[in-house]
């Protein structure tokens, strides 16, 4: 595959939202929620304390700008009560105590003020990614760009091309509903271009509000949960085909995996409050039939070198704690320990979905790694599809 990369840059979310904050918000809310005796040790469990938003929690949870009486309206609410022979005076009463009423955000209070967010952070991280590699704007060739949960058309590759000033004939590939995979697949799909022209540069920016998806109406125990989880982050980093001064990591081999007949397990749906992302408690379990099936590619690339072979860091996405767990249970016993130190360090901030790979990354990068350290990349998304690379430092 021969693709290398330059350090990758992550921004995160500038607004710190406590754990705590998120369950005093739940209790006030929900009083007689069912679960509300749980949710001291449902929060526990995550090991988040803090999160980063792009937007403070305040603008998730406050209400909208209309009343009551967005639908129908004030007027054709007066008519109505008159035509019901309401006197004058009931009428204004009414009208008056609707008005009081908040109503909740729209779907374009809530998303507008994210895809801003998304389009800044995209920017800074890509702009801080092209100053890591010692490269310009217009060394670009080819923009991967990747943002589910704040969908727009045009997106946020067009976005960037504007705001960093990229070429006309940049090739844009916008990979919006990658999600979680977004950081590994990307990477995949800017080795396969760099190795049809070794001289193409390829920016890859990843930029998700995943807090938008923090519904305060939802009184489901499966709502609670995504309140805790999420944090908003933008990453980007370069790729290219031949080694550069400031490139630290080759890949060499890339792999996908796809289990049929599982897309209703983790997915996001539109309703009229906004985006909720919904999960399946069987979600883990398909999580972990394919980390097995990477175990079993892993061990048949290596299965003719003459030796033991182990990686010496995995930097794994899977959403959650009970896979990584799952992971150290299912790796060879001669493997040594703490190869996924990295990726419980980023997840003790939040889950950051397609971004986490590369936020994962440069925790590693960050903390200095030995030349030929060999490195496996993983992630898993909504499908439930993943996909996993091989490396090496340099």
Same mark, same amino acid.
């Given at each position: 595959?021969?693709?290398?990369? =330059?350090?990758?840059?992550?921004?995160?979310?500038?607004?710190?939202?406590?754990?705590?904050?998120?369950?005093?918000?739940?209790?006030?809310?929900? &009083?007689?929620?069912?679960?509300?005796?749980?949710?001291?040790? #449902?929060?526990?469990?995550?090991? #988040?304390?803090?999160?980063?938003?792009?937007?403070?929690?305040?603008?998730?949870?406050? &209400?909208?700008?209309?009343?009551?009486?967005?639908?129908?309206?004030?007027?054709?609410?007066?008519?109505?009560?008159?035509?019901?022979?309401?006197?004058?005076?009931?009428?204004?009463?009414? #009208?008056?105590?609707?008005?009081?009423?908040?109503?909740?955000?729209?779907?374009?209070? %809530?998303?507008?003020?994210?895809?801003?967010?998304?389009?800044?952070?995209?920017?800074?991280?890509?702009?801080?990614?092209?100053?890591?590699?010692?490269?310009?704007?217009?060394?670009?060739?080819? @923009?991967?760009?990747?943002?589910?949960? =704040?969908?727009?058309?045009?997106?946020?590759?067009?976005?960037? @091309?504007?705001?960093?000033?990229?070429?006309?004939?940049?090739?844009?590939? &916008?990979?919006?509903?990658?999600?979680?995979?977004?950081?590994?697949?990307?990477?995949?799909?800017?080795?396969?271009?760099?190795?049809?022209?070794?001289?193409?540069?390829?920016?890859?920016?990843?930029?998700?509000?995943?807090? =938008?998806?923090?519904?305060?109406?939802?009184?489901?125990?499966?709502?609670?949960?995504?309140?805790?989880?999420?944090?908003?982050?933008?990453?980007?980093?370069?790729?290219?085909?031949?080694? %550069?001064?400031?490139?630290?990591?080759?890949?060499?081999?890339?792999?996908?995996?796809?289990?049929?007949?599982?897309?209703?397990?983790?997915?996001?749906?539109?309703?009229?409050?906004?985006?909720?992302?919904?999960?399946?408690?069987?979600?883990?379990?398909?999580?972990?039939?394919?980390?097995?099936?990477?175990?079993?590619?892993?061990?048949?690339?290596? %299965?003719?070198?003459?030796?033991?072979?182990?990686?010496?860091?995995?930097?794994?996405?899977?959403?959650?704690?009970?896979?990584?767990?799952?992971?150290?249970? +299912?790796?060879?016993? +001669?493997?040594?320990?703490? @190869?996924?130190?990295?990726?419980?360090?980023?997840?003790? +901030?939040?889950?950051?979905?397609?971004?986490?790979?590369?936020?994962?990354?440069?925790?590693?990068?960050?903390?200095?790694?030995?030349?030929?350290?060999?490195?496996?990349?993983?992630?898993?998304?909504?499908?439930?599809?993943?996909?996993?690379?091989?490396?090496?430092?340099?």
């Amino acid at each position: 595959m021969g693709a290398y990369l =330059t350090p990758p840059a992550v921004v995160q979310g500038e607004h710190a939202v406590k754990t705590g904050e998120i369950l005093a918000e739940v209790r006030e809310r929900h &009083p007689q929620a069912p679960w509300l005796s749980r949710i001291d040790g #449902i929060a526990g469990s995550t090991g #988040i304390d803090t999160r980063g938003w792009m937007l403070p929690l305040e603008t998730a949870t406050g &209400p909208g700008s209309g009343t009551g009486l967005r639908t129908p309206g004030a007027g054709p609410a007066r008519a109505a009560l008159a035509h019901q022979g309401f006197t004058e005076q009931e009428v204004n009463r009414a #009208i008056t105590a609707l008005e009081a009423i908040p109503a909740p955000q729209t779907i374009q209070e %809530r998303t507008a003020p994210a895809w801003a967010a998304v389009r800044s952070y995209g920017e800074r991280a890509a702009r801080d990614a092209l100053r890591a590699a010692g490269l310009d704007t217009t060394d670009v060739d080819c @923009l991967i760009t990747s943002h589910s949960t =704040t969908p727009a058309l045009p997106g946020l590759d067009l976005s960037l @091309l504007n705001r960093l000033g990229l070429r006309d004939d940049v090739l844009l590939l &916008p990979a919006t509903q990658w999600a979680c995979i977004a950081g590994t697949r990307s990477l995949a799909l800017a080795a396969d271009l760099v190795a049809a022209d070794p001289d193409r540069v390829v920016l890859v920016v990843i930029s998700e509000a995943l807090s =938008t998806t923090y519904q305060p109406a939802d009184d489901t125990l499966e709502s609670l949960i995504v309140r805790l989880l999420f944090a908003d982050t933008a990453v980007a980093v370069v790729v290219t085909g031949r080694p %550069r001064p400031e490139s630290v990591l080759r890949l060499d081999a890339a792999w996908h995996h796809t289990l049929p007949g599982t897309t209703d397990l983790h997915r996001l749906e539109t309703r009229e409050d906004g985006t909720h992302f919904v999960m399946d408690r069987r979600g883990p379990r398909a999580v972990q039939e394919t980390v097995a099936a990477m175990w079993e590619w892993l061990g048949a690339r290596h %299965r003719d070198d003459g030796q033991p072979w182990h990686p010496d860091l995995l930097l794994a996405h899977p959403g959650g704690t009970r896979v990584l767990e799952y992971m150290e249970q +299912t790796m060879p016993g +001669t493997w040594p320990e703490g @190869l996924l130190a990295h990726s419980r360090d980023s997840y003790t +901030t939040g889950n950051r979905g397609g971004a986490a790979v590369l936020d994962i990354l440069r925790r590693a990068h960050d903390a200095g790694q030995k030349s030929g350290s060999r490195t496996v990349l993983y992630a898993a998304a909504p499908g439930l599809t993943a996909t996993a690379l091989e490396g090496e430092w340099l």
